[in-house]
């Protein structure tokens, strides 16, 4: 399957700061990325779809200001958590949509723990 | 907006024996159904996935199976392995949509 790459898997991060988080599609192109936010022993919550060279478009509930999304390129998009608090402190997880022969296919990355102290 | 429900929400097995999990969806226009197993820590793995265009689909100990009449599908597993034992979520979006998830299955095989 497709390979898609998040870095770093874990970070920590002091309250106040910013954070950023990276998500790469290794051997595709990905028009569509999406990140969603995952707490423990729940399901994937989705925070935002990030089309490259526009505007992320953000579930409702998501602070735009807070969680900035960048998708500068056809393989990269970036998820910054801005001032952060512990409330922040989370699993994220990107996903990127590629083209198969059969059709759109999503693929995960690895995820990315988030621990603001 | 979609709605996905699925169930059970927890189901152990002992190996060998076969899983079966479900979910229903609520948009008629949903397309695309993925089933994912995320182990601890770690994010979704694909494992296999249908269309609306077809009913079954079948790839080696895992199969899926949709319904679009009665609008669900199930994935099935035999023979089930130690190393199956993961979280399970089923999925469901339209086109290039974003995916809608349902609640997850903790499927526990024990040797």
């Known amino acids: 399957g497709a390979v898609v790459s998040q870095h770093p898997s874990r970070v920590i991060c002091k309250s106040g700061t910013s954070v950023k988080i990276e998500c790469r599609s290794l051997?595709?192109?990905?028009?569509?990325m999406f990140w969603y936010r995952q707490f423990p022993k729940k399901s994937l919550m989705l925070m935002a779809t990030?089309?490259?060279?526009?505007?992320?478009?953000?579930e409702q509930g998501v602070e735009k200001d807070k969680f900035l999304i960048n998708h500068a390129s056809l393989t990269l998009s970036t998820l910054t958590v801005t001032s952060a608090h512990p409330e922040d402190s989370s699993f994220y997880i990107c996903?990127?949509?590629?083209?198969?022969?059969?059709?759109?296919?999503?693929?995960f990355g690895e995820g990315s723990w988030l621990t603001v102290v | 907006g979609e709605n996905v429900e699925q169930h059970p929400s927890t189901l152990s097995v002992q190996e060998g024996d076969s899983a079966v999990i479900k979910c229903t969806y609520s948009?008629?226009?949903?397309?695309?159904f993925p089933w994912y197993k995320q182990e601890l820590g770690k994010g979704p793995q694909l494992i296999i996935d249908?269309?609306?265009?077809?009913g079954e689909k079948k790839d080696q100990r895992i199969a899926v199976t949709l319904n679009k009449t009665a609008k669900h599908f199930s994935l099935h597993i035999t023979e089930t392995q130690p190393e199956d034992s993961a979280v399970y979520f089923c999925?469901?979006?339209?086109?290039?949509?974003?995916?809608?998830f349902g609640t997850g299955t903790r499927l526990l095989v024990s040797p």
């Open positions: 996903s990127a949509t590629t083209l198969r022969d059969t059709g759109n296919t999503i693929y």
């Open positions: 051997d595709f192109q990905a028009t569509t």
């Open positions: 990030s089309n490259e060279g526009s505007k992320a478009t953000y």
């Open positions: 249908i269309r609306s265009n077809v």
């Open positions: 999925a469901a979006s339209k086109g290039f949509q974003k995916l809608v």
């Open positions: 948009d008629s226009a949903s397309n695309y």
